[in-house]
């Protein structure tokens, strides 16, 4: 019902549909440069998924989907074998009612299937730690975690719950089964076959004669893009503390019972109970690992949240019975039917009053119209809800979300695809040219080149952008009557006619210009100083 859209969903797919159409799967591409910054199993997922459904606009989001479908599951397993059935119940419905974690699921970015391999990491070491032993276990635990690493860098966390593990042993508390070997050796043989997958084929490439350029991609990636980017991020810069924050909104509404989960959980690590203190020790060590580094995204601690609602499961039956918890779990049904029916009334009678949201973003009056009513359907089905559900606040919970989602995935993002996706922008440069003609991009961004109508020439994604135009400029001089360059309007070069520029439309914040090849001068021949020009 939607195309991918920004921040990270149109690179992804641009990469995978570079590498089903070409056959080069080891190194993606972003338009004619190497695209170094995560490794390819993601892409490989989505490439697949389109082989196996045919379209696109399915296959992108299908990795996502079935990776939090596993995660479900894996919190519900993983709930049972610790706890029983009735705790299995309430971690699953607990992960799915997280906002963070729904939101994640919608989304064709790498963290869901990042979440879905750390937790399928974490559940073979607590079947084997807690339940076991059980070599297999062991095995696809080193295996998930290797995997997990090829495809977000930091898949080894789960790794980490063996130190909250050695505590345990040290005070005499973990629980051993007599008699079973433990066979630790098949944790690092799962973790080698599963890094293998990527570095084994990168290895041989780099081991066979090569270009230059592969050179640079592998350090990039292994280099720059893991520890560097680690130890001296160069964007995403946050305080220590900002986390808190991120679990205090994202979380929610899990995060409005911390404060009598905390006391619990607290008096249970006092016990020393080996599954708490697996999970909860687990948890923390993500959170002290992201909290150490400069760079921070709330996306980079949701590994940690499955974990949490296995920790919280075993106390959920207790906090819905408190007289608190439930009017707190009653209070956020009502404050998002408030919210929902609010910015719906706002955008149908006062859209001016959502001005600075809503521009650079070319919404017509009927999309705004449309969100208005999704909005407005959203919050008066919250509205029925809190009330039919009024004595039972944990089933009101569990059917906001279910509204939430539904709501989110069958109306608000169909409804803003088109200037999201920049499918309406794209559709006005295909409407501007002639069927013969082509077209050249300049400091384009991915959903641009994506959801163009005819196969687009791009002169470097992340070339300067002087360096771009004075390629364009060569490629529009051939043939400048049937050659357009689409450029953002900061971008235009200060030799071009601009009498002759065309503006074609907003979308995502720029306003894109489409610039024929006979509007070049004399002075386009030659370097000449960018400046950002206004176009009458």
Known sequence: MRAPSPPDEPRFVLAAKAMEASGQWLLPHRGIELYAEKPPVFMWLQALSHRLLGDWNLAFLLPSLLAGLLCLWLTHDLGRRLWGRKVARHAALALFCTLQFGLMAKRAQIDMVLVAMTTLALWALCRHLLRGPSLPCLALAGFAAGLGTVTKGVGFLPLLVLLPWVVLRWRRKAPVVAGAPLGWAWLPTGFLAGVGIWLVPLGLALLRPHGAELDVYARDILL????????????????????????????????????????????????????????????????????????????????????????????????????????????????????????????????????????????????????????????????????????????????????????????????????????????????????????????????????????????????????????????LGEWPRQRWVLASRQSLHACLDRDQVLEVGQSNRNTWLLVPGTAMTGDCAVPVAREPMPVP
């Open 224 to 475: 720059r893009q893991t520890g560097t980017r680690y130890v001296a991020a160069w964007h995403h810069v946050q305080p220590a503390w900002y986390y808190l924050q991120v679990i205090l909104t994202l979380w929610l509404p899990g995060s409005l019972l911390l404060p009598r989960l905390v006391p619990a959980w607290y008096r249970r690590l006092r016990r020393w109970d080996p599954r708490q203190v697996l999970l909860l020790g687990w948890a923390a060590l993500v959170l002290v690992f992201f909290s150490a580094t400069p760079g921070k995204r709330e996306v980079y601690i949701l590994p940690a949240l499955p974990a949490l609602c296995v920790a919280a499961a075993p106390l959920l039956p207790g906090l819905l019975r408190m007289a608190w918890a439930r009017r707190c779990l009653r209070a956020y049904a009502i404050v998002l039917a408030i919210a929902a029916l609010a910015t719906g009334a706002i955008l149908m009678f006062e859209p001016g009053l959502f001005r600075a949201s809503l521009s650079g973003r070319d919404l017509d009056p009927g999309a705004v119209h449309a969100l208005a009513t999704w909005l407005l359907v959203l919050g008066v089905a919250l509205v029925l809800v809190a009330g039919i559900f009024r004595a039972h606040p944990g089933r009101a919970t569990v059917a906001a979300t279910v509204l939430l989602w539904t709501v989110y995935g069958i109306g608000l993002m169909p409804t803003l695809d088109p200037f999201a996706s920049s499918a309406r922008l794209m559709q006005k440069v295909e409407e501007r040219m002639a069927p013969g003609d082509a077209l050249g991009m300049v400091d384009w961004r991915e959903q641009n080149y994506l959801q163009a109508r005819r196969a687009p020439v791009d002169f470097g994604f992340k070339a300067p952008v002087d360096t771009q135009w004075q390629r364009a400029f060569a490629w």
